[in-house]
Structure formats: C-alpha cells, structure tokens
C-alpha cells in the first residue's frame, strides 16, 4: 500500500514518552502537568454529566462556551469577537491546526513554517497537498529573520504558520515582529495561523497576540488550548478563532473531522470560564517561579540555561557533560541518568549546530528536584 506520509514516524513526544515511562525516568520530555486540576473543573464534568449535557453539542461549539470564550479575548487583548461566526470550539488545537490547514490551502500552495517547527505543522500541510517552505530560526534567540521570509514569498505562497510562544524554542514574538509580517503580506492572497496555546505563559512582558493586530487580525485563524490554560492537556478542548469567512471554511473541515467536541467538557469548562473569568491571568506568575526554580537546579548540576521568554519548556545546553549530537545525548540522559528531554534537530529540515534539549517544568517542584538530583548522581558516577 502506498503511504501518505512515508518517512512520518511516530512523534518524538510519545515515543520519549514511552520509553520513559518503560523506563521509570522522570518525565520531563513531553509537555504536561504532573499535578493535580482544580477540583471544581472536575466537579463541573461531573454535574454536566449528571445534569444530561451528554449528547452531540453544536457544530461549532456550546454557545455559552463561545460566550465565555469571547469575554475572555476581551479581557486578555481588548478585542471584540463575534461568537455566532468567528469562533469554533475544536478538539485541542491540533485540531484547529488540522482543519484550518485543510481548509485555506491546496495542491500547488506553499506555506512558511518556521524551524524547529511544532511536528504537527508539515504533515497537515502535505496531506492537504501543499508544501512547507521551512525558514530556520537560530539558536539562541530563534527569532525569525524577516528579510529571509521576504526572500522566501512566491505568487504561490497562501499561508504562514507562525507559533508564539515557540514550541520547542520557547521564543516570543514581539509587536514589532507582527508589524514585520503584516508590512510582508499586505496586498498577497496570504492567510496566517497563529498558534499561541502558550499565550498566558509569556515571562516579563505581554504576549502578542495576531489577534490584537489589527492588520493580522483580518487575515489570521488563531488557535488556543484550555488544555495549556487549565492544567489538563487530555481535555482536548481549543478554539480557533478567525474573521466570519475564513471560519466558514474552517467549519466546512471541522464538521466533517471532529464534528462537535465532548459536551460535558464544553458545559464544564464554560461554568469553570464563569467562576473564574479571570482564568489564565495567574499562569505567568506560577510558571515563572516553576521556570525559575528548574532553569537554577539544571544550573547548578551543569547545564547552561538559555532564558526561556514564554511556554512552559525551557532550552539546556548540555556542552559541559557531552559533544554528542542531540538526539543521541537525549538517549543517554534517559537511559543512563533517567530523565527524559526533548532533542531539537528533529523539529528542523537542516538542524544548527547546537547541543540543547527541551525540558518542560509544568511539573511538581519535587518532579524538578528528582530530575536534577538524577542528573546530579548521573554526573557525578561518569
Ligand atoms: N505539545 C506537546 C509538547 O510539545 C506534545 C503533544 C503531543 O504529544 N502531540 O510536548
């Protein structure tokens, strides 16, 4: 049989994931929480459960939740969105992501990604039957260089997929980089997906949303995750949000792939968005000392940490213990210290030179004590 995608393997995140869990390593590899949810989210599952919410929800999503989800944009970014036609509840933002690449790109069609680009980006964009132009960022900053995306633009070139905060980089875009992109795009038939599911784990400063951009805003589906912003990634509940025509062809994808998304959960994160309007507002100020506490004891074992702008991963250059390439380091990081990261060179088409890997601290402070500790003794025996 002819395979769609022949060199795609299994994720990076699951297989590290696996082999971690087969291994009882310290799982900072794959980004989750390891702590407990609020109980009330639990609680408000439950009551929508019992209260009969369990049957198939609206195609675009419960419209207390779109509710909710507006006020929400406007607190965040003072923006008003319209919730009948520019927001659709999806299945996490993978989803979003999935649906909105089907439905704003075709054969022939060329989209911008940036490198170390989200694993999910380039296959949507083939089995849509487009092509990824891959512009790399570099290391440290892994900010894009702008004149290389100007080089980069052809008649043929209908997206670019841009993702702040950065996921593996863990960079920001600034107001002024939004600026650089829209002076780009202005007068091209050029959409861009936005994918901020870090949005309220920026570090110092505010995030930039597409949203906020007044310019973007007319030519942007961005996409959002409660599992990032609720501390529970196996919700699988996001949105994408997007001026009246471009959802009207997202929703065109949508219904034909997930439908609608799990109704209790949709009720229950709405009643949660209700209690507490101000959801997400704190999320800097926990992550940051999360950060903090994981960037000082990587530090004192022997690693340099590069300053993680936004997202809650943070960059290790692991020099000081080995010059091996990333991939390999990662193997025996988690073999023989077990702790478990996430090499870099696989994100990218041509990977720089560089000796970093992703660790993710949405963990319990002793999960970060126990990962260095490992690493500690790991070092030390060698
Ligand atoms: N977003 C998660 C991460 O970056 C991975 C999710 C997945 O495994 N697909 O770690």
């Given at each position: ?5 022949p060199?795609?393997g ?8 696996r ?39 609206p ?18 970014y ?13 299945l ?10 089907q439905a ?23 089995l849509?039957?487009?092509?990824c ?6 290391p ?13 633009l ?16 863990c ?7 939004l ?6 795009l202005?007068?091209r038939d050029?959409?861009?997906?936005s ?11 505010a995030?930039?949303?597409?949203l906020?951009h007044?310019?973007?805003?007319a ?16 919700l ?30 949709q009720?229950?994160?709405?009643g ?40 809650y991963?943070?960059?290790?250059d692991?020099?000081?213990f ?13 073999n023989e ?11 990218y088409?041509?990977?720089?030179s560089m000796?970093?890997?992703?660790f ?9 004590r126990?990962?260095a ?10």
């Amino acid at each position: 049989m002819r395979s769609k995608l022949p060199d795609v393997g299994t994720t990076i995140f699951t297989v590290i994931s696996r082999r971690a869990a087969e291994l009882g390593a310290v799982n900072l590899g794959q980004g989750f929480p390891d702590y407990d949810i609020d109980p009330r989210l639990a609680a408000l599952v439950h009551e929508a459960m019992l209260a009969g919410h369990n049957q198939y929800a609206p195609m675009p999503g419960l419209p207390a939740l779109r509710e909710r989800i507006a006020a929400k944009l406007a607190r965040s970014y003072g923006i008003a969105v319209d919730v009948e036609s520019e927001i659709t509840v999806t299945l996490g933002a993978t989803e979003a992501i999935f649906s909105a690449v089907q439905a704003l790109v075709g054969a022939g069609d060329e989209v911008i990604i940036f490198d170390p680009a989200y694993d999910s980006y380039e296959p949507a964009v083939r089995l849509a039957g487009a092509r990824c132009i891959r512009i790399p960022l570099q290391p440290p900053t892994f900010l894009p260089d702008w004149d290389r995306v100007r080089a980069a633009l052809t008649p043929a070139t209908r997206l670019v997929i841009i993702n702040s905060p950065q996921n593996p980089a863990c960079s920001c875009l600034s107001t002024g980089d939004l600026d650089a992109l829209a002076g780009l795009l202005r007068d091209r038939d050029c959409r861009v997906l936005s994918d901020e599911v870090y949005e309220h784990m920026v570090y110092g400063r505010a995030h930039a949303s597409a949203l906020a951009h007044a310019e973007l805003r007319a030519r942007s589906v961005a996409v959002f995750s409660f599992g990032k912003t609720l501390h529970a990634t196996g919700l699988r509940v996001g949105y994408a949000v997007a001026p009246p025509a471009l959802t009207t062809e997202l929703r065109k994808v949508h219904q034909f792939n997930t439908f609608t998304i799990a109704t209790p959960f949709q009720h229950a994160i709405a009643g949660y968005l209700a209690e507490r309007p101000d959801c997400g507002a704190d999320l800097a100020a926990f992550f940051q000392r999360k950060r903090d506490l994981l960037g000082s004891l990587l530090g004192e074992v022997g690693f340099r940490v590069l300053p993680a702008a936004g997202s809650y991963f943070l960059l290790a250059d692991y020099s000081s213990f080995s010059d091996e390439a990333d991939v390999a380091f990662a193997e025996r990081l988690l073999n023989e210290a077990g702790v478990a990261g996430i090499p870099l060179s696989p994100f990218y088409r041509e990977p720089p030179s560089m000796r970093l890997l992703r660790f993710c601290f949405a963990k319990r402070d002793e999960t970060l004590r126990e990962a260095a500790g490992r690493v500690m003794r790991w070092a030390n025996a060698k």
